[in-house]
């Protein structure tokens, strides 16, 4: 997929658990007083459209298809004077070919996600990752089973079961996930 779909479409607490100090959940819906790191004037949300995630991977098809069958996402349209995606990489100079891929919500609610391939592996723990909400509403142990299952269900796609973070005072269990490329995420 070319560069320049890059930019085509597409909450605050941190918590306590030290997995989590990173984590950023961005709710439109809720406000901070002037003066709060978070806050954000209304002028300044009027420009935010949309979000994207970019994943740097060393195959980036992979890692697309990898979560298209996680979130049921969809490749982006074809682009016109082509009749398939493989047609259109095949027009691509030798070393474009392959360098990148997307997949989108095919409702149009999730953010695009955007992959790019780079020459190096990756060696340390995501600064960033994507919690995929399949125990949203559920407590204890029927929400231990529905991460299990999701679990079991991804494995075989190629995804890695790292370990359970059990539900603590301030936080429901979620489960520990690696892509197929050592990317980690959480159900949740």
Request: hydrophobic share 35%; glycine share 8%; charged share 25%.
């Amino acid at each position: 997929m070319p560069q320049p779909l890059r930019g085509m479409p597409s909450p605050v607490a941190p918590s306590s658990r030290p997995y989590m100090r990173n984590h950023l959940n961005l709710h439109l819906d809720r406000g901070f007083q002037v003066g709060h790191p978070c806050h954000i004037d209304s002028d300044t949300m009027a420009t935010v459209k949309q979000v994207q995630v970019t994943f740097d991977c060393t195959n980036p098809r992979a890692v697309a298809e990898f979560w298209k069958a996680v979130l049921g996402y969809v490749d982006p349209p074809i682009p016109p004077g082509f009749d398939s995606w493989d047609a259109y990489e095949a027009s691509l100079p030798v070393e474009s070919r392959g360098s990148s891929w997307a997949c989108q919500d095919p409702d149009g609610i999730g953010p695009r996600l955007y992959f790019q391939r780079v020459p190096e592996a990756k060696t340390v723990k995501n600064r960033l990752h994507l919690d995929v909400r399949v125990g949203a509403g559920l407590t204890g142990d029927e929400r231990v089973s529905a991460l299990e299952a999701e679990a079991a269900r991804l494995g075989p796609l190629g995804a890695r079961r790292l370990h359970l973070l059990p539900a603590d005072e301030e936080n429901e269990a979620c489960l520990v996930m690696q892509d197929v490329e050592g990317n980690e995420f959480c159900l949740d």
